[in-house]
């Protein structure tokens, strides 16, 4: 499909998936909502992509709803239903608005490069990382305009920075600044405006290059089936996961690689 508000561009096997507006700060609409599912699905399936980062355009990240522009965000159209969906046979809990990002089949990496506020936080929360601009302001914002934690938010939060840290940033929606993000857990790293990108683009070409693509997808299903698990349950699944690992063709390319001094040639699993 064409897109209205996102770019969207391959290269050295990253995804790049850019939130256009920058006029408006990028603020989210449905149009946006559509064009950034479907971007990330064409990702997804795309052998030739292994690493996928979500920025906006601009000064901002996105910093929030553009209510004009959300006409579906009304009670009465919920549940919002998703375009097509990666993998039915996955948790519900990751086939909803907004918290589908952890059933894509590979990494995404948040680059924040300005304001994250309200359902642009939300966006942000779902992604696997987040690397921020040391200068970039976050807030829940939903207090302070008469609204509750919305989509999931709340779910989200507290699993990254615990239940304290989650009422206090839900609750008072004050802003804070990258470093305290950091020290949260809310981010992974923090750079400097001008350096962000080169930070960010290295780490993904490092996961394209370095890591196994079957590995980083079950690790990452593994990670997102935790709140659901008991340890048993945990145990199991990564059990299983290593017979049909042991016999994959990237164990034996990695072991291979490892042995030789070499950087592995992945094969598409």
Request: glycine share 6%.
């Amino acid at each position: 499909m064409a897109f209205e508000q996102v770019l969207y561009e391959v290269k050295d096997r990253i995804a790049t998936v850019t939130l256009n507006r920058p006029d408006r700060m990028n603020t989210w609409t449905d149009t946006m909502s559509t064009e950034v599912y479907e971007a990330m699905h064409k990702a997804g399936g795309d052998r030739e992509v292994r690493v996928i980062v979500l920025t906006g355009a601009g000064k901002a990240f996105c910093a929030g709803a553009d209510v004009g522009g959300m006409e579906k965000n009304d009670p009465a159209m919920l549940p919002y239903k998703l375009p097509r969906t990666f993998d039915m046979n996955r948790r519900a809990d990751y086939q909803t608005r907004h918290t589908w990002y952890p059933d894509v089949p590979k990494p995404i990496i948040a680059m924040l490069n300005g304001a994250t506020a309200g359902l642009g936080l939300m966006q942000a929360l779902c992604c696997d990382l987040r690397f921020a601009a040391e200068d970039v302001t976050f807030s829940t914002a939903f207090s302070r305009i008469g609204l509750s934690a919305e989509y999931g938010a709340a779910w989200m939060l507290t699993r990254l920075v615990g239940q304290a840290n989650a009422l206090d940033l839900l609750m008072s929606a004050r802003r804070i600044k990258a470093p305290e993000a950091m020290r949260m857990g809310l981010v992974n790293q923090v750079h400097s405006a001008d350096k962000l990108a080169d930070a960010t683009y290295a780490y993904a070409r490092d996961l394209a290059e370095n890591c196994s693509p079957r590995s980083m997808r079950m690790m990452k299903k593994m990670v997102y089936e935790v709140p659901f698990q008991t340890l048993a349950e945990a145990v199991i699944m990564a059990n299983d996961d290593m017979v049909v690992s042991n016999a994959s063709d990237g164990f034996r390319e990695g072991t291979r690689a490892f042995m030789e001094k070499r950087k592995p040639v992945w094969p598409d699993e």
